[in-house]
């Protein structure tokens, strides 16, 4: 797979590819990924990149020749169907949230086109151009899109075969519709058996294979729960 990500601060990632499944699918040649600086397609010496709305109002938009300059070079060019297998991603507040069925798709894809806003958002051209799907992390605001950029790496990089250790995490995941889940993943404990009075249920530790599996779908059925009560209280104390 190819990943191309576009933005301001392209340096915002050097940390992050070095790192965890990424740098394990880098290394094993699985994905390669460019980053492209938006700056480098500006038009003055400044490097500007943003400019003022029309009409008013606070902030700054990320400016449209940048943004079309870089497609052009990585091949997308407006108003035309992208080139087979390319998924065009617009980090966006109006877009999908992102979701579990979103990563599984975006594994699969031979090619993922990532464009990270900043400021106060795009100028409207750039989202009316190209066919982007719309993505967005959540109902809250970040400053720029890097991080759900980096969402979307680390959550389909981990899926696409071979690049975890045992391919069974990935069927048994929170939101994975494995034998017995219900959205999401029970609770684990790990050695030692007992640590500051605080011991492992016993069951885990009975060696029994069909009661382990049992436990583990019911407590999964209780996360997933307690997990709907607690955003009704939420939203109630809203």
Known sequence: MQIDILTIFPRFFDEFLQHGMVRVARKQGQVEIGITDLRAFSEDRHRTVDDRPYGGGPG???????????????GLKPGETPPEGTVPL???PRGRQLGQGDLETFAG??????LCGRYEGYDERIVEAYPWQRVSLGDYVLSGGEVPAMAILEGAIRLMPGVLGDG????????????GADGLDHAG???PPEYRGRGVPEVLRSGDHGAIEEWRRRDSLRQASDRE??????????
């Open 90 to 92: 617009l980090m966006c």
């Open 189 to 191: 404990w790990t050695r």
């Open 109 to 114: 894809a031979q090619r993922l086109v990532i």
């Open 60 to 74: 700054m938009l990320l400016k449209p020749e940048p943004v079309f300059r870089a497609l052009d070079l990585l």
């Open 229 to 238: 009560i607690t955003g009704r209280e939420i939203l109630r104390d809203e």
């Open 168 to 179: 069974e995490s990935v069927l048994r995941d929170s939101f994975n519709e494995w034998p």
